[in-house]
């Protein structure tokens, strides 16, 4: 792999099925473009006589839109911006927080990560959509799943605050696993 000399940005976006790294180069001069997601070349571009634009691709298993805007500052100044699903970074990353919960934890010297899609109520596990069986209990919802041999259970109750609406808490072997900020 030729040294990553045009190197003008990165990204990390966490998605359901993993954090994923977005790689940008941009040669000024020989206007060249190539975009790297996890280290795998996506596009690449020679010799564009346009050095401003867009580039689109998509992102993970759940083929996430992903566009890099390159727009002029001033003089042979670039700014980069990533948008996800058609929002700026920043945007869908808000939004993310209030449509998902996220878990890290170990099992066995293994870490794991848990995601729950609030809307969907689909569960993945280090980039795998889980299978889950879900019941109505007296407080709410229970979705039930298996990781590495370990009964996990996400329950869904109202919080009695409009607000704050319902609160998801993940439990592995009876244990309750606090949600993790990314």
Not at 111 to 140: P, S
Request: proline share 1%.
């Amino acid at each position: 792999l030729e040294k990553m000399t045009d190197l003008v940005a990165v990204w990390e976006v966490a998605l359901s099925d993993g954090v994923h790294k977005i790689e940008f180069e941009h040669g000024t001069t020989s206007g060249k473009r190539v975009v790297y997601v996890d280290g795998k070349e996506e596009i690449r571009r020679e010799w564009m006589f346009k050095l401003v634009g867009k580039e689109t691709f998509t992102v993970g298993a759940t083929k996430t839109k992903a566009a890099i805007n390159i727009d002029a500052v001033s003089g042979f100044a670039y700014e980069y911006t990533l948008e996800i699903n058609g929002k700026s970074l920043k945007k869908y990353l808000e939004n993310r927080l209030k449509t998902t919960n996220t878990w890290i934890l170990n099992l066995g010297g293994t870490d794991y990560r848990i995601v729950l899609e609030k809307d969907t109520m689909d569960v993945w596990c280090n980039g795998q959509q889980m299978e889950t069986a879900g019941e109505f209990v007296e407080d709410g919802t229970e979705t039930h799943f298996t990781v590495a041999d370990h009964s996990c259970c996400i329950k869904a109750v109202s919080s009695g605050k409009r607000k704050e609406g319902i609160i998801h808490t993940l439990i592995v072997d009876n244990r309750e696993i606090p949600e993790a900020v990314e």
